[in-house]
């Protein structure tokens, strides 16, 4: 006897709510909270302050520094703090594009970029500057030769992120920041996604500068990072007292580097089993969804992503009403990245694979933490096909597919690597 819908609202009702957004926000480890409590009781003088509890404030934050340096294998006088990942993108782009325009006035991206990157770039052009935006193939990754081909004499910075939020396609940044040391040309990644979930090494990765925020590795929100090589010499962003080596302005927050230091302490520990067991997870629940509901794929790459991360399309049916009505069953997911998640607009990320607008507006991203498990997971495979399903029945375009007005983008039974084209054809 199969179960319905109504009989699950029910059932949920006594259940845990199951949070699968981590890569919108985590939780904070009890540790990381313990550490940063702490600190914010103890230590809450001012770094700059030139008496004891001052000192014992810079000491914290010159610690955390060196800790964080040795999990990034950097130097410490390498990581600045910022307030978040999105501030990092600024001062990289900003901050290189001011510092080097005498050279050149030209910078180079991907369309599947953090809006922290695009709209950066996108303020750049306005006051004069020039940027290509490279496409990505329909899996997400980018030809490190297309980077090549697109470097000109004016170029100035390269900036290509390192794992993408929405569909979780891992990029080959190694071999791009490769090119771009050969040709002179700054290389910038943004692996705000990145830290925590696989190793990150800017060295090893020819990167010159990288951006990270706590909040995504369970650490506090209101921090982030900035890793710059050293002696590289860029504009400031944030004018003001003489922190962080005279390169960013604002009362150091010890507390949160602290926490910031721990959270990626643990993560680099746990890394190893954490991946191996994520990805696991993740792959039950792909197959899962695959196999139980028709008419759907995976997006984004189906081997080289992030451990966990899953994104799909349905057909025939909208993200936002697949979102309500897993909230009403108790799970927390995204239909692309939180920051796009107000508007209705498809996903610029989707839209950047290559999908069109009606696949892209029914997609679904589901991140997985260190609280999932294979229940909630198991728990997720009996509810969404109840819940497409649902919607399906609702969905004029779905009514039109069955008496056979339409043809259907996504074949019935779906996969992990299908490149979708064209658009409907209403007869
Ligand atoms: N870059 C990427 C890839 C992200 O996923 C995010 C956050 O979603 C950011 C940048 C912005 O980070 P923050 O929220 O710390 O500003």
Redesign the pocket.
């Known amino acids: 006897m199969s179960i319905t819908f109504e009989e699950r609202l029910r059932e949920s009702m006594s259940l845990p709510r199951v949070y699968f957004d981590h ?3 985590t939780q904070p480890r009890p540790e990381v909270i313990e550490i940063v409590a702490k600190a914010l009781q103890d230590t809450y003088g001012n770094p700059s302050s030139f008496y004891e509890e001052g000192h014992r404030a810079v000491r914290l934050l010159e610690e955390s520094r060196a800790e964080i340096a040795a999990g990034l294998k950097v130097l410490p006088e390498e990581v600045f703090f910022t307030s ?4 990092s ?1 600024n001062w990289a782009i900003k901050g290189t594009a001011y510092a080097r325009q005498g050279k050149g006035r030209h910078l180079i991206t991907t369309t599947i ?2 809006h ?2 695009l709209h950066s770039m996108e303020a750049l052009e306005k006051q004069g500057f020039e940027v290509t935006y490279l496409d990505v193939d329909y899996t997400g990754l980018l030809d490190p030769e297309k980077v090549r081909a697109a470097i000109r004499p004016d170029t100035i910075l390269v900036s290509v ?1 390192m ?3 929405e569909i979780g396609t891992i990029l080959p940044i190694r071999e791009i920041g490769a090119i771009c040391r050969e040709k002179g040309v700054l290389f910038h990644s ?1 692996a ?2 990145a830290l925590g979930a696989i190793p990150v090494h800017p060295r090893d990765l020819n990167c010159d500068m990288m ?1 990270f ?4 590795l369970y650490a506090p ?1 209101g921090i ?1 990072l900035m890793y710059k090589r050293k002696g590289l010499r860029i504009d400031r962003l944030i004018d003001g007292g003489a922190q962080e080596r005279r390169q960013r302005g604002g009362t150091e927050n010890a507390a949160f580097a602290a926490g910031f230091a721990k959270a990626l302490q643990m993560s680099v520990a746990d890394m190893e089993h954490e991946s191996v067991r994520q990805a696991a997870l993740r792959d039950r629940l792909i197959r899962g969804v695959i196999e139980r509901i028709p008419h759907a794929k995976l997006n984004g790459h189906p081997t080289r992503r992030l451990p966990n991360n899953a994104n799909f399309s349905f057909e025939f049916i909208e993200g936002e009403s697949i979102l309500l009505l897993l909230d009403s069953l108790g799970y927390a997911c995204s239909s692309g ?3 796009t998640s107000a508007s209705l607009d498809p996903s610029h990320v989707l839209l950047g694979i290559g999908m069109p607008a009606e696949i892209a507006h029914g997609s679904l991203r589901v991140t997985l933490g260190i609280d999932s498990t294979e229940e909630q997971v198991d728990r997720f495979l009996l509810d969404l096909p109840l819940i497409v399903e649902r919607l399906r029945d609702m969905s004029p375009l779905y009514s039109d597919f069955k008496r056979g007005k339409l043809h259907p983008l996504i074949p019935e039974k779906g996969g992990t690597d299908i490149r979708i084209e064209g658009q409907y054809n209403l007869d």
């Open positions: 890569a919108a926000t978040c990942g999105t501030e993108d970029e953090h922290a990157v992120m794992a993408n939020n943004d705000v996604q951006s925020s706590g909040h995504k929100k982030g990245s939180a920051c």
